[in-house]
């Protein structure tokens, strides 16, 4: 099933500002919060569908990459098992943006009770950013790359709890495992009650008797990681593609960040690129541009043979259908453009001298311009005598 328009989705404009997509996100997830419609699979989809469009029309880097390339950009199915974009979201994810968008405490406990454990910090680790060179080859047909990535990982010797073996938690005493504190204070206006992250916990709601000895506590250390990256075909230099969850790893079980892959394109010795068609300047002589000959110009995946015919003037393009890129969210394929020129010999001999003199007066190659020529070079000869 391919996915709505993120815009469509908020019922939003492409025009819309950070404040409309914000408070129309706002909307949609307090209609279809899973606490106010228990059992309702087709909300909870709505739920997440929402929070998805929300997490890239908020983003700006995201929202640039949707309005160009479509789903497609954000990578789509085409990325296979890692993910590109925001289609990996879970539960964990959703919650973790209500800090952003109710004001730091979840939903302030206003659904079935379970707004005071959502409110809980979830910790989230830093992205990553990469770059990939890819041969116009690559690009052609999609590729996979696999990449060392140096970061942050999860420790192995408490699996990224950050506690020892056998050790316990105990709640924050000064949150009651909240993971925020609650201010009220006395101001003109009346009683005004603010929420913050507890300085205690760190927003986590406990504390860990027994620290880790490999990670001090923190649940991640230095390490790598061979990372998998499906690229799809298509794709353009200074692209960005993002594989959810591939980042830094978090703090003590959190959520992971993304990895940021960007595209850069390598330069081809021969052919030149123009959004998905190719460009190639070919030069033949004078004897056969009079007589007609058979060329053979490289294609992205090896060659191709075309024919000259005879007569052909100098700027002629041929066109080779479907011999050029993919598109990264459309169908069909660009073409290859051959661009024509005739090689002028500087140097000649006295034999091939004689010829040519000959040639220069034979009416056979005394020009012709055609009517559009005539046309501007009567343009021309106005300009200058004006």
Not at 333 to 354: A, H, R, S, Y
Request: charged residues 25%; contains cysteine.
């Amino acid at each position: 099933m391919s996915k709505r328009d993120y815009y469509e989705v908020l019922g939003v404009p492409k025009s819309a500002e950070a404040a409309e997509i914000k408070k129309a996100y706002r909307k949609k997830a307090v209609q279809y919060h899973p606490d106010k419609n228990p059992g309702d699979a087709s909300a909870e989809e709505k739920f997440k569908e929402a929070a998805e469009a929300y997490e890239v029309l908020s983003n700006e880097n995201k929202r640039s990459r949707f309005d160009q390339f479509g789903h497609a950009g954000m990578g789509g199915a085409a990325s296979g098992g890692g993910g590109f974009g925001g289609g990996g979201m879970n539960m964990e994810d959703i919650f973790s943006q209500f800090g952003d968008i109710f004001g730091g405490g979840g939903f302030g406990g206003g659904f079935g009770g379970g707004g005071g454990q959502r409110g809980r910090r979830v910790n989230r680790g830093s992205n990553l950013r990469v770059r990939v060179k890819l041969t116009l080859k690559e690009i052609s047909s999609g590729v996979e790359k696999k990449i060392k990535v140096n970061k942050y990982i999860s420790c192995e010797s408490c699996s990224g709890t950050g506690a020892e073996n056998g050790s316990s938690y105990s709640t924050c005493s000064t949150c009651n495992g909240s993971g925020h504190v609650t201010r009220v204070q006395q101001t003109f206006l009346g009683h005004m009650q603010t929420q913050s992250v507890c300085p205690t916990c760190g927003g986590e709601g406990k504390s860990i008797t027994h620290k880790c000895k490999s990670c001090s506590g923190n649940g991640i250390i230095k390490g790598e990681e061979v990372i998998t990256i499906n690229i799809p075909a298509g794709v353009e230099n200074g692209m960005q593609l993002s594989v959810s969850g591939k980042g830094n790893a978090a703090a003590r079980g959190g959520i992971n960040g993304d990895l940021i892959v960007v595209i850069d394109e390598a330069p081809h010795d021969q052919l030149k690129r123009d959004g998905q068609n190719l460009l190639y300047d070919h030069y033949i002589s004078i004897p056969d541009t009079v007589l007609g000959t058979t060329i053979e110009i490289p294609t992205v995946d090896g060659k191709a043979k075309i024919k000259v015919p005879a007569g052909t003037q100098a700027g002629k393009v041929f066109r080779l259908r479907g011999k050029g890129l993919p598109s990264v969210e459309y169908h069909g394929q660009g073409d290859l453009l051959v661009n024509i020129n005739v090689w002028t010999p500087q140097k000649l001999t006295k034999e091939e001298e004689e010829i040519m003199e000959k040639m220069r007066s034979s009416d056979s190659f005394t020009p012709r311009p055609t009517a559009r020529d005539k046309s501007f070079f009567d343009r021309m000869r106005d300009y200058f005598t004006n």
